[in-house]
């Protein structure tokens, strides 16, 4: 049996954003002690599809069908704004910043990679694709009042440029994951 690794494709953020998400976590930090684990800004990503564990032997196959479903997708913007919380505001556990602009050229090609993927049997996405940038997740106590400071403060756009396609393999750890590129695929239209 071949090593698995668990395996998501993704787009990272510019340098200038992951400041902003920083700054923004660190606003909430003192009322947010013990309620909310901060998902660590350089590792905040857009998820386009998480696979879970994929052996080693399928990786070259995982990047063919990526490469398929970006072959001529040019680089595209997109803006992170907004607030939000999952499920929702009276009982938060995932607080997110929005993603704008996802419909001309994001969600097309988050399908195209769906689509390629379920073809060469990696299996069909669990749930809808809802782009957006995970930055905490509650652990305990009553995060309800994070929800509204996070609403209060919010979060103005910051476009920036889609440029590449990331097949990202993930070690979980006590310190929190580690993210190792596995394939990197440029956008060129």
């Not at 990331?166 to 994951?177: A, C, D, H």
Request: proline letters at 7%; a positive charge; aromatic letters at 6%.
């Amino acid at each position: 049996m071949s090593e698995m690794f668990r395996t998501f494709i993704c787009i990272e953020l510019p340098e200038a954003l992951k400041a902003r998400l920083e700054a923004l976590e660190s606003e909430l930090g003192p009322q947010s002690r013990g309620v909310v684990r901060w998902v660590k800004a350089g590792n905040i990503h857009i998820t386009l599809r998480f696979l879970g564990d994929v052996e080693a032997s399928r990786q070259a196959e995982l990047r063919a069908g990526v490469e398929r479903a970006t072959a001529g997708v040019a680089p595209f913007s997109i803006a992170a704004g907004g607030t939000g919380v999952f499920p929702n505001p009276r009982n938060p556990r995932v607080f997110w910043i929005g993603i704008k602009n996802a419909t001309k050229h994001l969600i097309p090609l988050q399908k195209r990679i769906e689509a390629e993927l379920q073809s060469a049997s990696f299996g069909k996405e669990d749930k809808p694709f809802s782009p957006h940038l995970t930055i905490g997740r509650a652990r305990q106590g009553n995060a309800r009042p994070v929800a509204e400071a996070i609403a209060r403060i919010g979060f103005n756009d910051e476009p920036f440029l889609v440029e590449e396609i990331i097949v990202m393999r993930s070690e979980l750890k006590p310190t929190g994951p580690i993210y190792t590129r596995l394939a990197t695929l440029k956008l060129h239209g």
